[in-house]
């Protein structure tokens, strides 16, 4: 598995790509898997790999107009993004089309400052008890992840959608913070398989991006990544939730 463990089943979850635990580098693995896995972007165009082009047409463009997603050679970055979409392939697409249609001749705007984020930097939060996702909005981050850290290791999951998080995980650095949406879902729904969890919250947030989520910058939760309980070791002690560089006092976002 392409992950990062925290605890027995991991808190921090980095997309899988659809077939199981891969084996072999992820340059090896992701054209490989997107080469078979037919995806479409949200016109229904076929999706593939290429190489950069300078024809003049602009990334976002590219896979909507010719569904290529361009990819270079040897490029993490690159390859972790293909990686998501073969875990999230409808919310990529929901993305990519809430992309073209906020683009404007003059500025970038609030919408897409906010899509780049959560493309970069996106993280889906999911909670069984709703009070948890409170304490999250409430930027209450030693009571979360200290106080109530045996509820957070039972109940909670941070499902990992930004590519360059991805890539920054391989060499956490202190105050490397996600772009959080979050999701109350039922009693049990971690104790499903992985693949099913994947599938729902792609659904969920292609939904809520076809309506209009994020609107803005702000509607898009912090969360300090090295925080999530088993990802450093260092957390396990209750004096580290004390550095305010990480764990900042902050605004409250719009519930989702």
Not at 52 to 70: C, H, M, N, V
Not at 120 to 143: H, M, N, P, Q, Y
Not at 201 to 230: K, V
Request: aromatic share 8%.
């Amino acid at each position: 598995m392409i992950g990062v463990s925290g605890g027995e089943a991991g808190l921090l979850r980095l997309p899988m790509p659809p077939g199981g635990d891969p084996t072999g580098s992820l340059q090896e693995i992701v054209p490989q898997r997107f080469a078979s896995a037919g995806l479409t972007n949200a016109a229904g165009r076929p999706l593939r790999l290429t190489v950069p082009s300078d024809d003049g047409l602009g990334y976002e463009e590219r896979i909507w107009q010719k569904g290529e997603l361009a990819t270079r050679p040897n490029c993490r970055h690159d390859a972790f993004n293909a990686l998501v979409w073969l875990a999230f392939p409808r919310a990529k697409a929901a993305l990519n089309a809430a992309h073209v249609q906020a683009r404007s001749p003059s500025a970038r705007g609030p919408r897409r400052d906010a899509l780049t984020h959560l493309d970069e930097c996106g993280v889906i939060v999911t909670a069984e008890d709703a009070s948890l996702l409170d304490l999250l909005r409430g930027f209450r981050w030693k009571a979360l992840f200290w106080k109530r850290r045996s509820e957070v290791e039972r109940k909670l999951r941070c499902f990992i959608f930004g590519h360059a998080t991805c890539e920054h995980l391989l060499a956490p650095f202190r105050g490397l913070t996600g772009k959080a949406v979050l999701y109350a879902v039922p009693p049990g729904w971690h104790a499903g398989s992985w693949e099913g969890q994947f599938a729902d919250l792609d659904a969920r947030l292609a939904a809520d991006l076809a309506d209009g989520f994020p609107a803005r910058p702000r509607d898009l939760q912090p969360l300090p990544l090295l925080g999530i309980p088993g990802v450093v070791a260092g957390n396990a002690k209750p004096d580290y939730y004390d550095d305010e560089f990480q764990f900042r006092p902050g605004r409250r976002v719009s519930d989702r």
